[in-house]
């Protein structure tokens, strides 16, 4: 049985933090704080669950990173095929040139004045 300082160094050895582990063993991660701070005890059980689940999301991400590169591979092959394909075109001006409206200057609103020793 691994003590608490290994449990985090295991954790932290496979890129995972304490709420991704948190969420997968359905506990809140202040526990999982507690446990590698030595503030709580845990059971042999908790301890096989909690490295079966590192291991299970490290497994994860790694499945998970090597379909990204397989979607990259596939996505760019056809991409460059097509790019070659495109054909630059010219700019083409508008037919009708619609001059756009002049801004017209808005009149100031503002309070009236009062007639002296009045007061509103």
């Given at each position: 049985?691994?003590?608490?300082?290994?449990?985090?160094?295991?954790r932290?050895?496979h890129?995972?933090?304490?709420?991704?582990?948190?969420?997968?063993?359905?506990?809140?991660?202040?526990y999982?704080?507690?446990i590698?701070?030595?503030?709580r005890?845990?059971?042999?059980?908790?301890?096989?669950?909690?490295?079966?689940?590192?291991?299970?999301?490290?497994?994860?991400?790694i499945a998970h990173?090597n379909?990204?590169?397989e979607?990259?591979?596939?996505?760019d092959?056809?991409?460059?095929?097509v790019?070659?394909?495109?054909e630059?075109?010219?700019?083409?001006?508008p037919?009708?040139?619609?001059p756009?409206?002049k801004?017209?200057?808005?009149?100031?609103?503002?309070?009236?004045?009062?007639?002296?020793?009045?007061?509103k």
């Open positions: 049985m691994l003590d608490y300082r290994q449990l985090k160094h295991l932290l050895l890129n995972l933090s304490q709420t991704d582990i948190a969420k997968e063993l359905d506990i809140s991660r202040n999982i704080s507690m590698e701070s030595h503030d005890i845990y059971s042999q059980e908790w301890h096989d669950n909690y490295v079966k689940t590192i291991y299970t999301l490290h497994m994860r991400n990173a379909e990204i590169e979607v990259k591979e596939v996505v092959e056809p991409i460059a095929e790019a070659k394909e495109i630059v075109v010219e700019v083409v001006k037919i009708v040139d619609i756009l409206k801004k017209t200057g808005a009149k100031k609103v503002g309070r009236k004045p009062t007639p002296k020793g009045k007061i």
